[in-house]
């Protein structure tokens, strides 16, 4: 079986399962976008995993079911156009072709009208004249307008007699009520109970010369689409149509984007935030959205080096409190208070006594009871050892104390060097004049340049805590103020940011899709032309084998037929030759 004579979605079906550049999602689409536009979206939005159907079971839920044979038994008419009193076509139901004949005026376009109008609810004549209107308001019979009513008796295969009627109450064309009688049954409203139409809009129950000529009459694109819809390729022409439409739609992501993108890279170009050059730079390179995100809101600035960082550090510098200063001055005072009880004097006549002393008790353990070896008139006794003993034990603990409370002098100083300290140095900021930031330094310089004394420390510190204090609070409204003025000029960039941000998201997550839609149009594109002229060359040859056999004597030859372009550029192509030369028609 030929290309032409399968279901088109079958042939559909083997083209790209034959086409290796194709891959499985791109062929889902593709037979979804000839399906429905439903059917493509959901093909868009599922599963990456999910299988294909079938495609006898698409194409069989694609397919309309085929329309019965009928044909034309009777048609009355009563009311209509130039018919008056009712009057009735009698025909005969069989295969074969009927000729209506009779003068002008006889009521044949009637006739042709009213079974037309019966059938598809409209008139080629009364749609696309020019003088629409006129026909449309003299559709009923001036002299005889009651009754105004259409029937048309058809003798329908497998089903007997069926009856359509059209009966007006009104004076409006509109204001029809339509119905269909099998015989023996009750009457149903409107024709869609026959499942013709679809068939009718494909194969006109009238075809007039008017008809027939406005295909050639109104531009290359209506023969081009009569001739599709004829071919039954209208699913090609709507797949196409439906995978440019989600095309744009889903590209208009990247592209409002880009557009957002553009206008802020402009933007950052012309400010001298630190933060503009580094968002610039992501943007350029369509970079991390983490970072540009973190760059709008302010979680970074660029590192510590930066001017942003700079001034926050400034701004959060912080001195020790007074209440903090006081402890720490009152710890040093009150240790020292407690060394001075002890004097270093004495305390140095005792540590060289117990020397002695020491190497006595050592001398007399070493040899026994005698004479003192130093003055040489004591007597080194047991009792004497005893004593001496204790009395040595007992001065070690005032040694031990004095140590301890000169240790605790060392300990207390060393706390309040450390919180002098704490208060780090303020680097000047590249760019930035802080005009306060000289006095700050001098007064940290004083603060920490104290006595090593540990007293004097402590008075010195107390002393210079308020100036340093107060130079502080000066710098920190100083950077403070610089900085807010610099979020006030970033805030609408960040904003516009964080716009691009949202955008750049929503485009990158459509990237992939419109790639795959662009595949799938792409390939639809590429084999319409070629489906189409396949299915057209039965006709082509059919049509140039009658026109053979009819043109006589005519010096034209007819060749091939074949469907070109696209969009508004579409048109029928029919090649011919005149006394031998090649020729084009239908230009």
Same mark, same amino acid.
């Given at each position: 079986?030929?290309?032409?004579?399968?279901?088109?979605?079958?042939?559909?079906?083997?083209?790209?399962?034959?086409?290796?550049?194709?891959?499985?999602?791109?062929?889902?689409?593709?037979?979804?976008?000839?399906?429905?536009?439903?059917?493509?979206?959901?093909?868009?939005?599922?599963?990456?995993?999910?299988?294909?159907?079938?495609?006898?079971?698409?194409?069989?839920?694609?397919?309309?079911?085929?329309?019965?044979?009928?044909?034309?038994?009777?048609?009355?008419?009563?009311?209509?156009?130039?018919?008056?009193?009712?009057?009735?076509?009698?025909?005969?139901?069989?295969?074969?072709?009927?000729?209506?004949?009779?003068?002008?005026?006889?009521?044949?376009?009637?006739?042709?009208?009213?079974?037309?109008?019966?059938?598809?609810?409209?008139?080629?004549?009364?749609?696309?004249?020019?003088?629409?209107? #006129? %026909?449309?308001?003299?559709?009923?019979?001036?002299?005889? !307008?009651?009754?105004?009513? @259409?029937?048309?008796?058809? +003798? =329908? *295969?497998?089903?007997?007699?069926?009856?359509?009627?059209?009966?007006?109450?009104?004076?409006?064309?509109?204001?029809?009520? #339509? %119905?269909?009688?099998?015989?023996?049954?009750?009457?149903? !409203?409107?024709?869609?109970? @026959?499942?013709?139409?679809? +068939? =009718? *809009?494909?194969?006109?129950?009238?075809?007039?010369?008017?008809?027939?000529?406005?295909?050639?009459?109104?531009?290359?694109? #209506?023969?081009?689409?009569?001739?599709?819809?004829?071919?039954?390729?209208?699913?090609?022409?709507?797949?196409?149509?439906?995978?440019?439409?989600?095309?744009?739609?889903?590209?208009?992501?990247?592209?409002?984007?880009?557009?957002?993108?553009?206008?802020?890279?402009?933007?950052?170009?012309?400010?001298?935030?630190?933060?503009?050059?580094?968002?610039?730079?992501?943007?350029?390179?369509?970079?991390?959205?983490?970072?540009?995100?973190?760059?709008?809101?302010?979680?970074?600035?660029?590192?510590?080096?930066?001017?942003?960082?700079?001034?926050?550090?400034?701004?959060?510098?912080?001195?020790?409190?007074?209440?903090?200063?006081?402890?720490?001055?009152?710890?040093?005072?009150?240790?020292?208070?407690?060394?001075?009880?002890?004097?270093?004097?004495?305390?140095?006549?005792?540590?060289?006594?117990?020397?002695?002393?020491?190497?006595?008790?050592?001398?007399?353990?070493?040899?026994?009871?005698?004479?003192?070896?130093?003055?040489?008139?004591?007597?080194?006794?047991?009792?004497?050892?005893?004593?001496?003993?204790?009395?040595?034990?007992?001065?070690?603990?005032?040694?031990?104390?004095?140590?301890?409370?000169?240790?605790?002098?060392?300990?207390?100083?060393?706390?309040?060097?450390?919180?002098?300290?704490?208060?780090?140095?303020?680097?000047?900021?590249?760019?930035?004049?802080?005009?306060?930031?000289?006095?700050?330094?001098?007064?940290?310089?004083?603060?920490?340049?104290?006595?090593?004394?540990?007293?004097?420390?402590?008075?010195?510190?107390?002393?210079?805590?308020?100036?340093?204090?107060?130079?502080?609070?000066?710098?920190?409204?100083?950077?403070?103020?610089?900085?807010?003025?610099?979020?006030?000029?970033?805030?609408?960039?960040?904003?516009?940011?964080?716009?691009?941000?949202?955008?750049?998201?929503?485009?990158?997550?459509?990237?992939?899709?419109?790639?795959?839609?662009?595949?799938?149009?792409?390939?639809?594109?590429?084999?319409?032309?070629?489906?189409?002229?396949?299915?057209?060359?039965?006709?082509?040859?059919?049509?140039?084998?009658?026109?053979?056999?009819?043109?006589?004597?005519?010096?034209?030859?007819?060749?091939?037929?074949?469907?070109?372009?696209?969009?508004?550029?579409?048109?029928?192509?029919?090649?011919?030759?005149?006394?031998?030369?090649?020729?084009?028609?239908?230009?």
């Amino acid at each position: 079986m030929r290309d032409s004579d399968q279901q088109l979605v079958d042939v559909v079906l083997r083209r790209a399962d034959a086409d290796e550049s194709l891959d499985e999602e791109t062929r889902m689409l593709i037979l979804a976008a000839l399906e429905s536009e439903d059917s493509l979206r959901d093909a868009i939005g599922a599963e990456r995993t999910a299988e294909r159907p079938e495609s006898s079971d698409l194409s069989d839920a694609m397919q309309d079911r085929e329309p019965v044979g009928a044909f034309i038994d009777e048609i009355s008419v009563a009311g209509f156009r130039g018919i008056g009193n009712r009057a009735v076509l009698d025909l005969y139901p069989a295969p074969g072709l009927t000729v209506v004949s009779g003068r002008n005026g006889s009521g044949k376009s009637s006739f042709s009208e009213a079974f037309e109008y019966a059938i598809s609810g409209s008139s080629y004549r009364w749609r696309n004249k020019k003088n629409a209107k #006129v %026909w449309t308001r003299s559709w009923r019979n001036l002299h005889r !307008p009651v009754p105004c009513e @259409l029937r048309v008796r058809l +003798a =329908v *295969e497998d089903q007997g007699a069926v009856t359509i009627g059209v009966d007006w109450a009104g004076d409006s064309l509109d204001d029809s009520s #339509v %119905w269909v009688q099998r015989r023996g049954e009750k009457r149903i !409203p409107g024709v869609e109970s @026959l499942g013709w139409q679809a +068939a =009718v *809009e494909l194969y006109r129950p009238i075809l007039s010369y008017d008809e027939l000529g406005g295909l050639f009459e109104e531009g290359p694109s #209506v023969l081009y689409d009569a001739l599709a819809k004829l071919l039954g390729l209208e699913q090609i022409a709507d797949a196409e149509n439906r995978l440019g439409t989600e095309l744009r739609f889903r590209k208009q992501a990247r592209t409002d984007a880009t557009a957002a993108a553009r206008n802020l890279k402009s933007a950052l170009a012309g400010s001298d935030d630190e933060r503009a050059a580094l968002a610039l730079k992501q943007i350029s390179r369509s970079g991390d959205l983490v970072t540009v995100t973190k760059l709008a809101t302010g979680s970074n600035t660029g590192g510590s080096d930066g001017v942003l960082n700079q001034l926050r550090a400034i701004a959060a510098l912080t001195i020790p409190p007074r209440d903090v200063i006081e402890a720490r001055v009152a710890a040093v005072r009150s240790a020292v208070a407690a060394l001075a009880e002890q004097s270093d004097a004495v305390v140095g006549a005792v540590q060289q006594r117990q020397t002695i002393l020491m190497a006595a008790l050592q001398y007399h353990s070493s040899h026994g009871d005698g004479p003192c070896p130093v003055c040489g008139e004591g007597q080194l006794t047991g009792e004497w050892h005893s004593r001496i003993e204790t009395e040595l034990a007992s001065e070690k603990e005032r040694i031990t104390e004095y140590h301890d409370r000169k240790q605790r002098v060392a300990a207390a100083q060393r706390d309040l060097i450390t919180v002098v300290n704490s208060v780090g140095a303020v680097r000047s900021v590249a760019d930035v004049a802080l005009e306060t930031l000289g006095a700050f330094e001098q007064a940290q310089k004083s603060w920490r340049n104290g006595p090593d004394d540990a007293a004097a420390l402590a008075t010195h510190v107390e002393q210079s805590h308020a100036a340093l204090e107060e130079a502080s609070a000066v710098l920190k409204t100083e950077a403070e103020n610089e900085l807010g003025q610099r979020e006030d000029e970033w805030a609408p960039l960040a904003t516009d940011l964080m716009a691009w941000v949202k955008l750049e998201k929503q485009a990158r997550a459509s990237d992939p899709v419109v790639k795959l839609i662009d595949n799938a149009r792409t390939w639809v594109k590429n084999n319409a032309a070629t489906l189409r002229n396949e299915r057209l060359a039965p006709i082509a040859e059919k049509s140039a084998h009658i026109w053979g056999v009819l043109r006589q004597e005519s010096n034209v030859e007819l060749g091939s037929v074949t469907l070109t372009g696209s969009g508004t550029q579409r048109r029928v192509e029919l090649e011919a030759q005149v006394d031998g030369a090649p020729a084009t028609l239908l230009e």
